[in-house]
């Protein structure tokens, strides 16, 4: 064969070789972009997923485990720097948690003002045994706290110790047997900052505390340490982790000690609400809720301040847009509305609620729209990865107070309409009356049911009035 020829050959078979490669090419470009573009179509609905189909995309799937960061606090017995005891214990949130299959309901409890004054106090006094026993006082709304499956309350007093003295103002102090009665009556959390919080100094703040670990009611709010105050108060109920801030507007012009103001007391600041909201969703939370005390007082609605802080106006980002799901409020010693504010977030809408007052709830206030306040039902339910509120309810409660020649003994009473609580006390006429006005006044105030916000139904707590 010829030199020619071979060369001939050579190119031939080069241009043979180069046509399948170029095919093979193209070949490669259009499969790449099928597959791109089946990619895209498969999860393009995704990103318009309506939201309340994700949850029952989840529902049949198996359980699965996430690993959370630790929440654990070691328990410390020491001595500070002025020689106070200082101890630190909470309880330690696993760092797993199992998503369970199915939908879990969950209904958080929340009460308004607890304080004492000097007539409840000498109600509950037993001479014989010199004890004050504050249990029959909550004894007929004992079932409607423990039906919760947690239960929280603003403890507008200090429990400094007999030796401070019991104050019914400016400065108060109450029996160390309010918390034991708390405790009894289904309380598992007291939210103590709030404007009495530094009413019996340095000492009365860490006596609270600790009369409060001894009656196993937990606290939020006041701190014995900036340890204390750095763990994220976050509580796993049902497999659904919940955290707990709060934060009072003010302190009756009181200032903590030098050198304690980092952590004694937390102070209301939009900004540091929601950097703790922010930390508490670090550690795990899956629901966020503020207690906040704030307004002003004696008030049925709330003040520019109130709404600005929770809602947020034209020049503030309000608490519900950075991170808090529910704001439960007190201070003003009456009911004030529950609103609820629509979210959007990750291309999904959120409903977050704020009560903005829940009233009295252990007080001898007397005059109208202070002699009641309401439990509030915070609804949440947690499908597969996605938790929400699914609504509020409340039941409105009525101080009673009924004369027994001379003793007077005060009651909490559950109020339902055309209903007679059970009270070992007698209840008159008056009282009869006094609870069909509480119940329409706050059925007006209240009652939204297009924004799930309705009246407790008492089977939905599996119980019967």
């Known amino acids: ?119 409840i106090r000498l109600s509950v006094f037993d001479p014989e045994t010199g004890q004050r026993d504050f249990r029959p006082v909550l004894a007929p709304v004992r079932p409607y706290l423990e039906a919760a499956d947690y239960t929280v309350c603003n403890l ?117 609400v929601a950097k703790e909201a922010m930390t508490a969703r670090m550690w795990g939370a899956d629901v966020v809720i503020a207690l906040l005390h704030f307004g002003n007082e004696y008030s049925r609605e709330p003040s520019d301040r109130q709404t600005e802080v929770a809602e947020g106006s034209r020049e503030v980002e309000g608490l519900l847009s950075r991170g808090v799901d529910v704001i439960l409020g007190a201070h003003s010693h009456m009911v004030q509305p529950i609103v609820k504010v629509l979210q959007y977030s990750a291309w999904r809408a959120r409903d977050t609620y704020v009560a903005y007052s829940l009233g009295n709830f252990l007080s001898g206030e007397r005059w109208r729209y202070s002699d009641s306040g309401i439990i509030a039902y915070v609804h949440i339910e947690k499908d597969g990865l ?37 009270s070992d006390a007698d209840l008159e006429e008056l009282d009869e009356n006094r609870m069909d006005q509480v119940w329409e006044e706050l059925s007006a105030l209240l009652y939204r049911p297009d924004e799930g916000i309705v009246p407790l139904n008492p089977f939905e707590i599996r119980m019967e009035p």
């Open 1 to 119: 064969m010829t030199r020619n020829r071979l060369q001939q050959l050579r190119k031939s078979l080069r241009k043979g070789l180069s046509r399948p490669r170029e095919m093979m090419s193209r070949r490669r470009v259009l499969k790449l972009t099928g597959v791109a573009l089946a990619l895209i179509f498969m999860f393009t609905p995704l990103f318009f997923w309506p939201a309340g189909e994700a949850g029952s995309a989840a529902q049949g799937r198996s359980k699965v485990t996430i690993t959370i960061p630790p929440v654990a606090v070691v328990s410390t017995d020491s001595t500070d720097t002025l020689g106070t005891s200082t101890s630190t214990s909470t309880s330690e949130i696993p760092t797993e948690t199992t998503v369970p299959e199915g939908p879990v309901e969950i209904i958080i409890a929340a009460v308004g003002d607890v304080t004492t004054d000097r007539r």
């Open 156 to 272: 507008e007093t200090p429990l400094a110790g007999p030796e401070a003295g019991y104050n019914d103002g400016p400065l108060v102090n109450s029996p160390d047997s309010l918390a034991e009665a708390l405790a009894s009556a289904g309380v598992d959390l007291a939210t103590t900052a709030n404007s009495h919080s530094l009413d019996m100094d340095w000492q009365g703040l860490v006596g609270t505390l600790d009369r409060l670990d001894r009656a196993g009611v937990a606290h939020v709010g006041t701190y014995r340490s900036l340890e204390e105050k750095s763990t994220p108060f976050i509580v796993d109920i049902e497999g659904i982790q919940v955290a707990f801030l709060s934060y009072t507007a003010g302190l009756n012009g009181r200032e903590p000690p030098s050198g304690r103001a980092a952590y004694a007391v937390n102070t209301l600041d939009v900004d540091a």
């Open 386 to 422: 996605r938790t929400r509120v699914t609504g509020m309810s409340y039941l409105p409660v009525y101080m009673q107070m009924a004369l027994d020649g001379d003793d007077t003994d005060y009651r909490i009473l559950p109020v339902f309409p055309g209903l007679v609580p059970e």
